[in-house]
């Protein structure tokens, strides 16, 4: 019998979120992103199907060339207008009991001792179902937007989010001990002081003193996602990602990449089982294989290749935007670098161009046929070492809820997907522990700060 592969449902709190264009059919919902409703009834159908986690995308700005024309944007409903994830995912939390809940929030958006509060909130209030995207930012915009002049160094984004996390599990993980919060009514303490640490965080970018605020949720750190697949982008997730979300243009490729980070994973000291692989794809579902074809012919009908294009837009070291025929060989792109890499790899009967890059997740990434053939080609990606799907939907609800009840049941039949929750947490449905493993990096924060009562700053050499 083979594992189960997990399922994500892959969504963006927008209009047009991958397959643009898509969002004009009859049969789209996801035009009424700011209605609550749309996004309960989604979460509800999700966990009636054993996903295991609604997975949101997010930005902070619109691609492209900053200072160009961005009515394109604008036009296609191009993840403009759209709302913050991690607010929603509060509303989500009290309308479910499974389901995993994964926000994407920017190291640049939010100071870590604020985004650090609120996602152990929604921690609390969930059960322990939450998840973090780590993201570094690929937009000259997004960075106006909180005051950078232009988008950091792609290297220096990555150390960036090195001192980010390190703040934050230095609070999730090392300010509040086992055992601290006591609830003594006899004894008038709350907490234990002796367990309750400040944790003096004085980096590059932030000083922070602490504590953190909430008391631990249940799974501390919640479970960490990433999705960076160029060199830097691979190096910060064998050191801190639970999940990695990557869109390899076959199963090889996949298995090139995979099989990459875990390397690098155990050169961390990391187990490399530690972290887990998602390939993105779409689907189109048919009871037979002529209906699959036919129901193809009339995504392509509303498929929008001005939104295509402007989603990958790749721009050079001024911030211009590359034509699409630009040869990929000749980019000097402080963006995307990592689908542009793997781009490169996949073509090898001709010069790969910039336009590739917003074709391969439109065609690559699409599995046609019936149930039964979808099955057979998910076996292809989990024989490379994928461990779970991020399902990216044409329209919404239907193409969860047409995966739901056409797919889902062929793959229980081949024990690849899951038929019932385990109890607990996100981590513990996924791995089968609550917190962190001792190997992760913010493991060395538990106990850290033990208390001074001559110097509260005091911290152990090395940390």
Known sequence: ?????????????????????????????????????????????????????????????????????????????????????????????????????????NVFQSHPFQFARQLSTLDHLSGGRIAWNIVTGTQDNGSRNFGLPRLTDHAERYAWAEEYVDVAYKLWEGSWDEGAVVKDRE??????????????HVGQRYSVEGPHLPSPSPQRTPLLYQAGSSASGRDFAARNAEAVFIIAANPEIARQQIEDTRRRAAEADRAPEDITFYQGLSFVIGDTEEEARRKLAEYEQYASVDGYLAHAALVDPDGRVYPPDTPLSELNTNTQKGFAEWTSKAITDREPVVADVAWRSHRNNRLVGTPEQIA???????????????????????????????????????????SEYTPGTLRQKLFGRDRLPETHPAAQYRGAFARDSQREDAVPAGV
């Open 1 to 105: 019998m083979s594992k189960p592969l997990r399922f994500n449902a892959f969504v963006m709190n927008t209009t047009s979120h991958i397959h643009h264009g898509q969002w004009r059919r009859p049969d789209a919902g996801q035009t009424e992103f700011t209605d609550v409703n749309t996004w309960i009834d989604l979460a509800r159908t999700l966990e009636a199907a054993k996903f295991d986690a609604m997975f949101f995308a997010d930005v902070v700005g619109h691609y492209g060339d900053a200072d160009a024309d961005y009515s394109v944007y604008v036009n296609e409903g191009l993840q403009i207008p759209s709302n913050d994830p991690t607010v929603l995912l509060g509303a989500l939390a009290v309308v479910t009991e499974h389901l995993g809940l994964a926000t994407t929030s």
């Open 187 to 200: 004894g008038s303490r709350y907490s234990d002081p002796a367990k309750v640490h400040k944790i003096h």
């Open 376 to 418: 057979d080609q998910l076996e292809q990606w989990q024989a490379a070492g994928v461990d779970g799907i991020n399902v990216i939907n044409w329209v919404i609800p239907g193409s969860f809820e047409e995966f739901a009840d056409k797919v889902l049941p062929v793959l229980r039949e081949r024990g690849l997907a899951q």
